[in-house]
């Protein structure tokens, strides 16, 4: 048996790689992990909280309205940047605007943090993988001062952090510095993230892809001939390949980058710009697919360079294996009218 290596002995250990190793990145994302383990203990509950101790919606017996978990997470983690003193706002998918903190300590905080408290919120019921997914930026206004929206719209090539918490099978904590991507799985038996995927990357190539097809008929005609040469069989190319959909972008996205695949989430007729959050869950999730080898787009453009002009602009995504990713990006330029 190898040493057992904890999330926060890692951090220390690569503390070094931060662009500006002062320790406050450490401690923000060991107040991440703090967080996520108490939202894992809370989606653990759900069920029991749904359907055994009073539905959410209904008043518990302090008179307080029980809340959806989502709006749970998202307090969670509010609570803890803003407590923690190294972030001076957040936005967050749950919020229609984003959150300066104005005590003293967050003020001087260097960091704002963008996240989707409970992404595939719609599986808790029944019972499905979920996660959070965050990213992380230094500040663009002065030091000492509120946070501004200028903040909060950086292009995501100017994240310092970003990661996801999946509460899967296991609850897995991944992340990046931009120096590789690293996982780690709750012991729940210790309380402890231990390193369990070290350096990740995303095979070049698979044979599973992921979409929400009843979008089929309403997409770009380059993804719909994809999804076409998906199907098709070829013995010599191992097709067809499986389809795989779980309807949590962060599972999705996890199986994608540990078995290689790719995922879609295009721009439909009765929606634009897909559907998908570019600050929130895209921009986090492309700085991870490219440390593991893999490529995000919007179709036209790379994901982290998209100047963000709002909060909860959205945009059409194409996220995984390198190959996969840029054969339905020619296919799109090809059929492009
Ligand atoms: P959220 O629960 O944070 O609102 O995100 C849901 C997202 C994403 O997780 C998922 O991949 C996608 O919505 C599924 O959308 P469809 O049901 O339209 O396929
Ligand atoms: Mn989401
Ligand atoms: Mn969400």
């Known amino acids: 048996m190898s040493k057992i290596v904890t999330l926060q002995e890692f951090i220390i250990d690569r503390q070094n790689e931060f662009p500006f190793a002062s320790g406050e990145?450490?401690?923000?994302?060991?107040?991440?992990?703090?967080?996520?383990?108490?939202?894992?203990?809370?989606?653990?509950?759900?069920?029991?909280?749904?359907?055994?101790?009073?539905?959410?919606?209904?008043?518990?017996?302090?008179?307080?309205e029980q809340q959806k978990l989502d709006v749970v997470a998202d307090n969670q983690f509010i609570k803890m940047f803003e407590n923690g003193g190294e972030?001076?706002?957040?936005?967050?998918?749950?919020?229609?605007?984003?959150?300066?903190?104005?005590?003293?300590?967050?003020?001087?905080?260097?960091?704002?943090?963008?996240?989707?408290?409970?992404?595939?919120?719609?599986?808790?019921?029944?019972?499905?993988?979920?996660?959070?997914?965050?990213?992380?930026?230094?500040?663009?206004?002065?030091?000492?001062?509120?946070?501004?929206?200028?903040?909060?719209?950086?292009?995501?090539?100017?994240?310092?952090?970003?990661?996801?918490?999946?509460?899967?099978?296991?609850?897995?904590?991944?992340?990046?510095?931009?120096?590789?991507?690293?996982?780690f799985t709750l012991d729940p038996s210790i309380g402890e993230f231990c390193l369990s995927h070290p350096n990740m990357i995303m095979p070049e190539t698979s044979r599973i892809y992921s979409m929400n097809e009843g979008n089929i008929d309403q997409c770009h005609l380059g993804i719909q001939k994809y999804i076409q040469y998906c199907q098709e069989e070829d013995k010599s190319t191992g097709r067809p390949y499986s389809g795989r959909y779980i309807g949590s972008?962060?599972?999705?996205?996890?199986?994608?980058?540990?078995?290689?695949?790719?995922?879609?989430?295009?721009?439909?007729?009765?929606?634009?710009?897909?559907?998908?959050?570019?600050?929130?869950?895209?921009?986090?999730?492309?700085?991870i697919a490219e440390q593991a080898n893999g490529i995000a787009s919007d179709g036209k453009r790379r994901i982290l360079?998209?100047?963000?002009?709002?909060?909860?602009?959205?945009?059409?995504?194409?996220?995984?294996?390198?190959?996969?990713?840029?054969?339905v990006l020619e296919l799109i330029a090809k059929n492009d009218n």
Do not use: W
Request: net charge positive.
């Open 25 to 64: 990145l450490s401690r923000l994302l060991n107040d991440i992990s703090v967080a996520s383990k108490i939202v894992s203990r809370d989606v653990r509950k759900a069920g029991l909280v749904d359907h055994i101790l009073g539905t959410h919606g209904a008043v518990n017996i302090q008179g307080e």
């Open 249 to 287: 972008l962060v599972a999705d996205f996890h199986r994608s980058l540990i078995k290689g695949g790719i995922y879609i989430y295009p721009a439909t007729n009765s929606s634009a710009a897909g559907k998908l959050r570019l600050l929130y869950e895209c921009n986090p999730l492309a700085f």
């Open 305 to 327: 360079d998209i100047k963000p002009n709002k909060l909860h602009q959205r945009v059409p995504y194409i996220v995984g294996s390198k190959k996969m990713v840029n054969q």
């Open 87 to 183: 972030v001076c706002g957040i936005a967050s998918e749950e919020n229609d605007d984003f959150v300066a903190f104005e005590n003293k300590a967050s003020k001087k905080g260097k960091y704002v943090v963008l996240f989707d408290p409970l992404d595939g919120s719609s599986n808790v019921d029944v019972n499905v993988s979920i996660g959070t997914i965050f990213s992380i930026y230094k500040r663009i206004s002065p030091v000492g001062e509120s946070a501004t929206l200028e903040d909060m719209l950086q292009e995501g090539t100017k994240q310092i952090a970003a990661g996801y918490v999946l509460y899967g099978s296991s609850t897995m904590l991944v992340y990046t510095t931009g120096h590789g991507v690293n996982g």
